[in-house]
């Protein structure tokens, strides 16, 4: 095979590999890459190359490591809920396992009959599926792990300490390459019930998403397009899209058949309430699957018109979606680019697929800078510059614009401590020489200035300290203690996007008070404790998928913000997963958001603290982010 085939993935990038490792037993890629270690050749992990960013390209030389062929779905266990999966299984191969038992994989990327589940994992990916049962993220259980050196680590959700499993989520194999993946599987609901709704604009249909989740209403699905998108489909597809409409989503709700009709009655009123034109109920399993089809094949519908299609990515949250879409509408025409858009709407989650010849340079140098612009535009209206695509290294470059510098310093450092000799698909996801080039960082309160002014004094003085909220889990007397009870403010609690936003020192149980008194509910518990303890300690490990940003003080005293009111973001390392279960041992964490909910959930169940021992990853990004062990690691203690 020549290497030239693997020069390149769905981006632009196209960079021939030095050599290309098919990896057919799972048991030979810690040997490989004990190999490469040796004699320091950086290498790419690959399956099926999906990528739109350029994370499967080989910038540096060296080896593919294709794990494609490693494509056998080991067990499904449907009574435990779980199937086990080799790297290169891809999700059409799951699903079509998993249909006839009654079962389904939750996320369903539009490529999923070929992307596979480890790239899934790299990337983050969701899909339509994502605003009810969340992203790749959520639906990983356990996971075997090959570190850049060779070294092979166990991972599961049932480790004490922070959530590495979250961590290599979105890392696009910047961290080492995946050997096995344990992953939920779920029941199908009995009754589904699909519907295309058309309006005569974007804004319309978009709003009507906003307008659902307000009412409390979470669809299984929820997709939009646009004209352009829906005529090219029918040219293509032939999927039933009405073709006299601005714009048109496509809804599913699953459940009981009493739960689904009341549902459907007031996802019809709230459409009618921003003017939709049609509401067609699928009337077969049949149409169903042809409204589905036709979504699915948005991106080939677009290839057919023009030699390269460039996808876009961007996340910002649902209540901008209408002024995200005016700029990015704006944009496109300003440069006179032919684009059509798409979303995952119920994320705010958007793909402007833009359609060009690239042996035209200047039309590609255009179509790159349009890209690069809305990227920014996302930024600017609050998201991210990918919500499930990376950043690979395409991408790079608006980071700097998304990210402060002490941030995009955390995620190098991440980086260096599990990847010192940076092989691991080098020259992605970071951008380079960005320290003049990053985002200014805002103002700190005074609170969390005092705070870094503390932790800089004990530095200095060679002081280790515990952090502390309630002291309701930190079991010593000892001095050196930082105490967050001055972070006690609820900052906002959103009811248009459904986030709250508060400091890390507030109670739960004032905290409740106030979800109670706003008529929202969350998962956590009205008990003892901070939010901060909470998250930090472990012992509410439900908790970590509900949380959406995190502001930290870290031990050299630089204060790092990632995330916000986003139901998606896979720019960079999930540095909510990071701080999650730390148990305040790589920082102070000073702030959260995480999710709401119109209508009551179930607690999250609290297990007793766990004390995280010999966890290698853990292990070498504390020495990296915390080489004087200021905050220590205390038995039978947690520092929250």
Sequence with gaps: ????????????????????????????????????????IPFVPRASATNHAGSCAALNGGVILNVAPLNKILQINTQAGFALVEPGVTGGDLQDALAPLGFFYAPDPASERVCS?????????????????????DHVLEVDFVMPNGTEIHLSRQDGGPDFIGLIAGSEGTLGVIK???????????????????????????????????????????????????????????????????????????????????????????????????????????ERQRLW??????YAAMARLAPNVMVGDGTVPRSELPRALAKVRRILDEQHIYASLLFHAGDGNFHPQIIFDERNRPDTVRVTRALKEILQACVDCGGTVSGEHGIGVEKRSVMAYQYDKPT????????????????????????????????????????????ADKILMRKNAHAPCLITGENSRLKTKAANIISTQTLNRILEIDKTNYTVTAEAGVALKTLARALKQAGVYSVLPDSKGTLGGAFCSGCLPSFYAQVLGVDALLPDGSYVRYGGKLMKNAAGYHLTRLFAGSQGTLGIVTQLTFKIYARPVPTAPEKPFVRASGNLPWAAIKKQ???GDLFPVLAGETNV
Excluded: W
């Design 1 to 40: 095979v020549s290497l030239s085939v693997y020069a390149y993935d769905c981006s632009l990038s196209r960079t021939r590999p030095d050599a290309l490792i098919h990896l057919r037993r799972a048991d030979v890629i810690a040997p490989v890459l004990k190999v490469l270690y040796r004699y320091h």
């Design 117 to 137: 589940l480890s790239g899934n994992l790299a990337q983050n990916a969701s899909g339509a599926r994502c605003m009810k049962y969340g992203g790749t993220i």
């Design 180 to 286: 096995q993946l344990k992953v939920k599987i779920l029941p199908v609901a009995k009754h589904i019930k699909t519907f295309l709704v058309t309006f005569p604009s974007l804004a319309d249909s978009v709003q009507t998403v906003s307008d659902l989740a307000a009412e409390g209403i979470i669809p299984r699905c929820v997709e939009a397009m646009d004209d352009i998108t829906t005529r090219a489909v029918e040219e293509f597809a032939h999927a039933g899209y009405p073709l006299d409409a601005k714009a048109l989503l496509i809804l599913e709700l699953d459940g009981t058949p009493a739960e689904i009709d009341e549902q459907e009655k007031q996802l019809e009123e709230i459409c009618l309430k921003n003017h939709s034109l049609k509401f067609l109920p699928a009337k077969t399993e049949a």
């Design 293 to 298: 089809f036709g979504r699915r094949a948005a």
């Design 408 to 451: 995009l310093d955390l995620f190098t450092q991440i980086k260096k401590a599990l990847d010192p000799e940076n092989l691991a698909n080098p020259l992605k996801l970071i951008p380079v020489n960005y320290d003049e080039k990053a985002r200014a960082q805002a103002a700190l309160s005074p609170a969390i200035k005092q705070l």
């Design 625 to 627: 982010l915390d080489p």
